[in-house]
């Protein structure tokens, strides 16, 4: 009869070893799941790019919370970029200039519509005296204002 090999770490019976298997989740493997996130990888394209299952990720973010924000953060890594390139841009591009005030400094310099509509609210016998009061006054001073300031 044989006997049950050791563990090679604790060298303890393999039946009472309580070292389990090592994980998959080196340094190795975060640095390049960390650089999957800033290429904005999803979860499924980062585990293939690295060669670990998405169970070993999601497993490894139940119990490490901090690795969860930091891949949240990670993947506005473009975004950043795009800003960077955008704002480098508009020092040399007037046509840039005008693009980031209109979308990026709505209030001061966006673009305004002012719809007027114009119309009746009719009224029947069964409307009360208060009601019907207000509809006259909505229907002399009936203008809508969309987006924009009300011209005055």
């Known amino acids: 009869m ?11 019976p393999k039946s009472l070893c309580k070292c389990g298997r090592p994980t998959v989740m080196t340094k190795d ?11 904005c990888y999803t979860d499924a394209e980062a585990c293939l790019y690295v060669g670990i299952s998405p169970d070993t990720l999601y497993e490894y973010q139940k119990k490490n919370p901090k690795f ?6 990670l993947r ?5 970029h795009a800003k960077k390139e955008l704002v ?8 840039q200039a005008r693009w980031w005030a209109k979308n990026k400094m ?13 119309g009746q609210v009719e009224t029947t016998d069964k409307t009360s005296e208060g009601i019907s009061d207000a509809v ?3 229907n002399e001073h ?6 924009g300031k009300k011209p005055e």
């Open 2 to 12: 044989t006997r049950k090999p050791n563990c090679r770490k604790c060298l303890k």
């Open 29 to 39: 493997v975060l640095s390049k799941l960390e650089d999957a996130f800033m290429f």
């Open 68 to 73: 969860a924000e930091r891949k949240t953060i």
């Open 76 to 80: 506005l890594n473009p975004n950043l």
């Open 88 to 95: 480098e841009g508009i020092k040399g591009s007037i046509d």
């Open 106 to 118: 709505r209030d001061e310099f966006g673009e305004k519509a002012i719809v007027e509509l114009q």
């Open 136 to 138: 006259k006054a909505f």
């Open 142 to 147: 009936m203008r809508i204002v969309l987006i």
